[in-house]
């Protein structure tokens, strides 16, 4: 069976950081570009960021631009998203998705795999 597993959300204070962990279960994550998007309740979903599977090239949403981190791990199967700075706008369900043939923009992309999400919640 193919899927994702995520991992790491939570509850964070506003200024706090958490670090979304996705690891690919079936399937090699080598092979994909990784994305990560978000919705939150009432909204549409968002690019978040993703990573190419070539060189490892970033794409950040100006949002988190320079307070989130992207980073895969090939040999764990295993790409991670760390949030620094987080906001209470930051709150949403948070998932990642593979691309095989990455192409454009996030938008753009065709994306094979989606998983099921994490809730990251930036409270005090």
């Known amino acids: 069976q193919l899927e994702f597993v995520e991992s790491g959300g939570g509850l964070a204070q506003p200024g706090g950081s958490l670090r979304l962990s996705c690891r690919a279960n079936?399937?090699?994550?080598?092979?994909?570009?990784i994305g990560w998007f978000r919705r939150a309740p009432g909204k549409e979903r968002e690019d978040v960021s993703c990573?190419?599977?070539?060189?490892?090239?970033?794409y950040y949403a100006d949002s988190v631009k320079g307070r989130f981190t992207i980073s895969r791990d090939n040999a764990k199967d295993t790409v991670y998203l760390q949030m620094n700075s987080l906001q209470p706008e930051d709150s949403a369900l948070y998932f990642c998705?593979?691309?095989?043939?990455?192409?454009?923009?996030?938008?753009?992309?065709?994306?094979?795999?989606w998983g099921r999400g994490t809730q990251v919640t930036v409270s005090s």
């Open positions: 998705a593979a691309s095989r043939d990455f192409s454009g923009t996030m938008s753009e992309a065709v994306w094979d795999l």
């Open positions: 079936g399937f090699t994550l080598y092979d994909y570009t």
């Open positions: 990573i190419s599977k070539s060189d490892s090239s970033t």
